[in-house]
């Protein structure tokens, strides 16, 4: 994907936007912690800039799939459940720089509603630290790569499930 521009939000006063002409490298100090929606479209453009000092990620699409699995995971559905801000993602081309930055203060808001159900729900709160998110990187290198198969066992295992599904099907 290309970066057109990025957003910041550290939970006080404004956001930032930065146009992609305009990015330049960040130097860390100290260990920070970054809030995406997404990793897998983000972590990339991120990996560019930031520089130095520890980068914890976390990602608030997989945090929500987690605790409500059978609802939509989209920034713009929890954007309207948990933010503070009034609906944004109607502006990605009327206004993109508005847009950026509601992303940004939309993500934060999300973040901060789904660390306090995480935390009323140790139990998908375990899953998501010790079994989802760790999955990140085999995702996206199964994205940019692909992943190995044999192809003999995908072909035997179509075949049986086609089959249960027609038994289901006559049932």
Excluded: C
């Amino acid at each position: 994907s290309i970066l057109e521009r990025y957003s910041l939000y550290t939970g006080k006063g404004q956001p930032w936007v930065i146009e992609a002409r305009n990015v330049q490298e960040l130097g860390l100090i100290d260990a920070v912690t970054v809030v995406m929606h997404n990793i897998e479209a983000d972590i990339v453009h991120l990996q560019r800039f930031l520089r130095g000092g520890a980068i914890k990620t976390e990602d608030t699409m997989l945090m929500h799939a987690v605790l409500w699995s059978d609802l939509p995971h989209s920034l713009e559905f929890l954007g309207s459940v948990f933010a503070t801000v009034n609906r944004w993602k109607h502006l990605f081309h009327r206004n993109p720089k508005v847009y950026s930055g509601g992303d940004a203060v939309g993500t934060w808001d999300v973040y901060l509603a789904l660390v306090r159900e995480m935390q009323a729900d140790p139990q998908s709160a375990w899953i998501y630290r010790n079994s989802v998110f760790p999955l990140t990187p085999v995702i996206m290198e199964a994205e940019s790569v692909g992943l190995r198969l044999d192809q003999g066992h995908v072909q035997s295992a179509l075949a049986h499930h086609k089959a249960l599904q027609r038994e289901v099907e006559l049932e």
